[in-house]
């Protein structure tokens, strides 16, 4: 069991976080008025910054190679989701800055300890669709006299319900990604690179619904049907990511012919069962909205 995962990219034992810390702040408009104090008006609720520090050494990590691949998730803004061991879902971030103090090294200059410092920014995306029915409704002409709305007998959602929920989201998103890469596949080195941190990422969250329904104190313990969807995402994303792996070690080989077919079947079954997953989850969604 892991500690945390950013990306694909799993922490536990002593190679994990040593020191977290976030940050947040309300976005504040201030109107200046003539011979009178400013007024403040509600902006936005700005996005989370988040610190991680980092102590790499050599005994249980290749020290330059980790550091190399936070640099390249930096500067290719890679979207990083940020997962707990308990399942529980952060969010997702890029990594905005990156600090390195190189602890210890040998005499020939080899890094064998770092401190590395990550600050991470959150990234938000809008459901646009959401946003105009919202608006549609505050534009909506009233018929008859406006009335308070009645208060809503709907509860928020259960710790657990909204954590499988959210897992289920990140494989959904993480889908979305290996779709949009497999069926213009050409066995691109950099592309194999991002088509395996996909599937690693949808296949660890699908087992962490594995492990869920085993557990006697989750709320899927014993749910069959998101053991068996989970389970079959898990095996396809493993599948598909054996076949890239394969291609991506005999890329530049004369005689290697890539199974570039292999790509695109392995993604359609996998794709289908990501949506088998996705609707066992329907259960989970009408429970969390418990009546009173």
């Not at 408009?29 to 988040?50: C, D, F, S, Y």
């Not at 329904?213 to 095996?235: D, E, H, M, W, Y």
Request: one cysteine or more; glycine letters at 6%.
């Amino acid at each position: 069991m892991f500690f945390a995962q950013l990306g694909t990219t799993e922490y536990k034992g002593a190679f994990t976080f040593n020191s977290y810390s976030e940050d947040e702040e309300a976005i504040i408009v201030e109107h200046p008025l003539i011979g009178r104090k400013a007024r403040l008006q509600q902006g936005a609720t700005g996005l989370r910054t988040i610190a991680i520090s980092l102590f790499l050494h050599q005994e249980y990590c290749n020290v330059e190679a980790e550091i190399k691949k936070l640099r390249a998730s930096k500067d290719s803004f890679e979207i990083l989701p940020l997962l707990w061991g308990n399942g529980a879902v952060e969010g997702e971030f890029i990594i905005a800055s990156i600090g390195i103090s190189k602890a210890q090294m040998d005499d020939t200059g080899n890094t064998i300890s770092s401190l590395v410092n990550i600050s991470l920014k959150e990234n938000v995306v809008d459901d646009k669709r959401d946003q105009q029915q919202q608006q549609a409704k505050k534009d909506a002409l009233a018929v008859g006299n406006k009335k308070t709305p009645s208060k809503s007998n709907r509860i928020n959602p259960s710790t657990c319900s909204k954590q499988s929920i959210d897992i289920i989201s990140v494989i959904k998103a993480n889908s979305g990604r290996v779709d949009t890469i497999s069926r213009q596949y050409t066995n691109n080195p950099a592309l194999n690179s991002k088509l395996m941190s996909h599937l690693k990422i949808i296949s660890n969250s699908a087992q962490m619904l594995v492990d869920a329904t085993n557990n006697s104190g989750s709320c899927l313990f014993n749910n069959t049907n998101i053991r068996g969807t989970a389970t079959n995402v898990k095996n396809r994303a493993d599948s598909l990511k054996a076949i890239v792996h394969a291609n991506a070690g005999g890329y530049g080989s004369g005689l290697f012919t890539p199974d570039i077919t292999g790509v695109k079947t392995g993604n359609t079954t996998l794709q289908s069962a990501v949506r088998a997953l996705d609707s066992a989850a329907n259960t989970i969604r009408q429970s969390s909205i418990t009546r009173k």
